[in-house]
């Protein structure tokens, strides 16, 4: 008779088991952020004498410092307390949007340890030309990583569009169709550092990395593990994070509410579709409706946030149209996935005292729970922490967090 049971895998050898419990230990020093040897043992299940020996092996590698004394409150002789360490490996991430470029190194206690921002327009110019500016931008924040004693464990590319295995499947606001991101991107980098060993290159869609930035850095460490992030830029991007994991779908194209349809009889969008979301609520919907030019970028959204202060008529009434058609197309979101708060990122948090308001009466009037009521503070302005060019960064620190050994063989080798 055919089985239908999944194979179990091969048993894990000793040398498995130490790689495991080393990411263990790691990782519980990472979290707690400053603790002991024994304190690592009684967050872990380890006995001391194993925590003991781990510890001496990621000190060997310069993943964790250990000085000064603290203690427990407890009799006994305190204990030496230990953190991850400030130097050595570190996560690159870099943001290539519509109008910017950023650029950010995270250390492993996800420090922000250096940031380069650039304002460009990107539309219209050739893909290749996009990377080897962003590779650049790279290549002189790794450069300043490294006179701090950091050292880039790898990038991760982080864009607006749908992406999947290295490629930009598409990006209608770039006017990007497959573009082998990963492979140009790994290549300008390497051209630019032929002295240094080259570095991995990952890629994802930037409301995914801005949305993970959210859960380490922002709400997650409040306790915040379920919930819907929207990015409102040129385009208007979401991801949605559940009990911690992020919902990737079964292509990994989960999340495009920016191209969720309002009125299908409405404006044409670039990704083919008429009457989107992003064609009433993204930036230049925004600019354009409050008389603001449409390709100010983010020194309009700054201008209409100032005459929303001011009062002035026309500010208000775009804010207060955006927020009704993003309350509308979220309240369907939350019915179907009841998440526990939706952020709201980049252009949406600095208008956030005006969008909100119309925001809320849809949640209101809409979800079904009634959960959603007005001043429950389940709609929430992004943490400041929580970019896409950082959750970037964080992607490769949890790599180095997840199998600390891979990092170091590679580094020796």
Known sequence: MKSHLTPLEPKADKATVRRHNLSLVLRAVHD????????????????RG???????QLLEYGFV????????????????????ARSGPAGLGVEINIDYIAVCVVDLAGTDRVRVVEHVDNRGVP???VLAHAAG????????????????????VALPGLVTGGTVRQAPNLGWQRVAVEGLFAQALSALRPDRRALPVSSDNEANTAALAELWYGAGTEGVRSFLYLTGEVGVGGALVLKGELLRGAHGFAGEIGHVVVDPGGPPCRCGARGCLEQYAGQAALLRAAGIGADAGVPGVAELGRRARRGDPAALAAVEEAGRRLGVVVSGAVN??????????????ELMEWLAPAVERELALRVVSGLWTGGGKRLRAASPLGDAARGAAGVIVREVLEDPVAYAERERN
Do not use: I
Not at 50 to 56: G, M, Q, R, Y
Not at 137 to 156: T, W
Not at 336 to 349: C, I, K, S
């Open 32 to 47: 707690v952020g400053e603790t002991t040897r024994a304190g690592v043992a009684t967050h872990v299940g380890l006995t």
């Open 50 to 56: 194993a925590v003991s020996s781990l510890v001496e």
């Open 65 to 84: 410092t250990e000085g000064g004394k603290t203690s427990s409150g407890q009799a006994g002789r305190p204990g030496t307390v230990l953190k991850v």
């Open 127 to 129: 893909p290749s030309e």
């Open 137 to 156: 931008l790279a290549a002189r924040a790794a450069g300043s990583a490294a006179e701090q004693d950091l050292a880039p464990a790898g990038v991760h």
């Open 336 to 349: 179907l996935f009841d998440p526990g708060a939706v952020m709201l990122g980049g252009a949406y948090r």
